[in-house]
């Protein structure tokens, strides 16, 4: 499908912020990469051949017994006893790059965790023993995926509050600005932290909790939008040829409104990762155990004398953000109306 003439000036502006059009790039391939982390850090082989056929373990459990073992339960393929009974078959195992998932631990470490970055744990151990470098992979993941579901949720929120605010006016928007107001004026960490500490925290209802407070910081943006756009010409004219509210909200304002959406998402993705990171480092975040970037932050705390813990998870953290911030920057130029 072929962009308009006015899209394709918005996006050769794009591509002319080179700050933010290799940001983009660059945040993707990481991205890319971390969807398929069970393909880089795991701790089952990628494929293996025992007597002639092939297993996939990455993919799908297998008990010992399938490879001549007594126990029923899955195979441990780093241990030697489960090498030997596939090597017995001129069997072989094909392993990822990093022979860790984020929850496995380093038994044959020769020094006292936190262990310093060696061959083996490329970012060093944590203190349970656990590669650094894998649980960075996955927990960059999870914060993503987090960040995407919450800006998601928060956009289609603010959106239609901002939409019936602006374009009906009158006591609709003076009751929703005090609501705003209100809900705005609470404390938001420690209500955070209150609702978190009723439950057994997981990705849902941590991703629940905080849709009650972010979806406001899109609202204003939408709000003003859609009160300019509701006196502009053509949205009297639909009005006075019979079209309903809804459809000239939708089809004659919201376009308008969608640019400052769009402008305002990677900054929103920002905000999403920061709260996240921060309730993981308070302990109020995703259950114990769980590939956390704000865990990590809590190790290199905990653990001064492991440095690589800290500025592991500052490296980052600061990349992550920065590169969305620069991609922000760029969606800004590109669809600033001055330009």
């Known amino acids: 499908m072929a962009l308009s003439p006015f899209n394709q000036r918005r996006l050769h502006r794009f591509k002319a912020h080179k700050r933010g059009w290799w940001s983009l790039w660059i945040f993707l391939t990481l991205f890319g ?46 241990s030697a006893y489960i090498r030997e009974l596939i090597e017995a078959k001129n069997g072989e195992m094909y392993w990822p790059p990093i022979r860790f998932s984020y929850d496995s631990i380093n038994y044959d470490l020769k020094v006292p965790a936190p262990a310093p970055p060696s061959a083996q744990n490329w970012l060093g151990t944590d203190d349970q023993g656990r590669d650094v470098m894998a649980r960075v992979i996955y927990g960059f993941r999870i914060s993503v995926l987090f960040a995407l579901a ?5 956009s289609l929120i603010g959106v239609v509050v901002g939409a019936l ?6 006591w609709v928007d003076l009751l ?33 909790i905080l849709l009650l407070f972010s979806w406001m910081s899109l609202v204003d943006v939408v709000r003003a939008e859609f009160l300019r756009g509701r006196n502009l010409e053509y949205v009297r004219a639909a009005r006075a040829l019979g079209m309903g509210d809804t459809a000239i909200m939708y089809r004659h304002i919201l376009p308008n409104a969608m640019i400052s959406t769009l402008t305002f998402m990677p900054f929103i993705l920002t905000t999403a990762i920061g709260s996240l990171t921060t309730l993981d480092f308070l302990g109020f975040g995703l259950p114990a155990g769980s590939p956390s970037l704000g865990d990590l ?18 490296i980052v953290l600061a990349l992550m953000l920065s590169l969305l911030v620069f991609i ?8 600033d109306p001055r330009k």
């Open 33 to 78: 990469l971390s969807l398929g982390a069970e393909l880089i850090a795991n701790d089952k082989p990628l494929a293996l051949r025992y007597d002639g056929e092939w297993y996939v373990p990455v993919f799908k459990r297998y008990p010992e017994t399938a490879f001549g073992g007594e126990f029923p339960l899955e195979a441990n393929y780093k």
């Open 150 to 154: 919450l800006a998601l949720f928060s």
């Open 165 to 170: 605010q602006g374009y009906y006016g009158g």
């Open 176 to 208: 929703g600005q005090r609501f705003l107001e209100i809900w705005s004026g609470l404390p938001v960490l420690f209500l955070l932290i209150i609702l978190s500490s009723f439950v057994q925290p997981n990705f849902w209802w941590l991703l629940g």
């Open 297 to 314: 932050v809590a190790q290199g705390k905990s653990n001064l004398q492991a440095p690589w813990l800290g500025i592991s998870a500052f």
């Open 328 to 335: 922000g920057e760029a969606v800004r130029d590109a669809f």
